[in-house]
């Protein structure tokens, strides 16, 4: 089955600070998404995004689905930042309709 | 638009007890998908339902089944609860499985 890494697995930053989390991929996908879990456990939508560029505000994403990888940038970190982000993969094509989450990256944002 | 709603939020068993979770999707949206999340294991999938049918399963053991209803609310249960069952159960609803929207998650644990 499909592998997903995410990295790094840990980030700490100071308010204000710009950082980029990666999302590598071992097959082609057709739906990815990137999310922000909440300390109570929520997975907040931040970007649904298989191929091509978003942007919402200070987050960005750009996904390069022939090279199997995806970016999260976040630009002028805030503390309400912190949290643990996922990105999840998934393949439709074959008829299947089910995610694969990497295991995410931890951020921690300080004031 | 109401977002997907889980009940309950949390809930304590004992081994051995069985229990049932519900998922109600967003108003229009026919698929919902199943996922357990442990510090140890992740995110994992467990099934995902369209229109009343399971369309595909994770790898989990029989103890865990699930069914939809014709308003596309959904259920999940696990019978011959074991302390390794103790997880956030995420449920999730899409259109037709692509980008999903979680619920707040029901948060069991097992004694």
Redesign the interface.
């Known amino acids: 089955g499909i592998q997903v890494e995410q990295s790094p697995p840990d980030l700490i930053l100071q308010e204000g600070a710009n950082s980029t989390l990666r999302c590598n991929f071992s097959d082609s996908v057709n739906n990815l998404q990137w999310f922000h879990q909440n300390p109570w456990g929520q997975l907040i939508n931040l970007f649904y995004i298989p191929s091509g560029t978003k942007q919402n505000g200070r987050l960005s994403a750009t996904t390069v689905a022939t090279e199997r990888y995806s970016l999260l940038y976040i630009s002028s970190s805030q503390t309400t930042d912190s949290g643990v982000y996922f990105c999840a993969v998934g393949d439709s094509t074959s008829g299947t309709y089910k995610y694969i989450f990497g295991t995410g990256t931890r951020l921690k944002v300080l004031a | 638009k109401a977002g997907v709603t889980q009940t309950p939020r949390y809930l304590i068993k004992t081994r051995g007890q069985q229990v049932t979770l519900s998922c109600s999707p967003i108003s229009g949206h026919r698929?919902v998908?199943w996922?357990q999340?442990t510090p140890g294991q992740?995110?994992?999938?467990l099934f995902?339902y369209?229109s009343e049918t399971q369309?595909?399963k994770?790898n989990f053991p029989g103890r865990f089944s699930g069914r939809q209803f014709s308003n596309s609310r959904s259920e999940m249960n696990v019978s011959t609860l074991e302390l390794g069952d103790s997880a956030?159960y995420?449920c999730?609803s899409s259109l037709s499985?692509?980008?999903?929207?979680?619920?707040?998650?029901t948060?069991l644990t097992v004694l």
């Open positions: 698929s998908s996922y999340q992740g995110l994992q999938f995902e369209f369309r595909n994770g956030l995420l999730a499985g692509s980008e999903q929207f979680f619920g707040p998650g948060r």
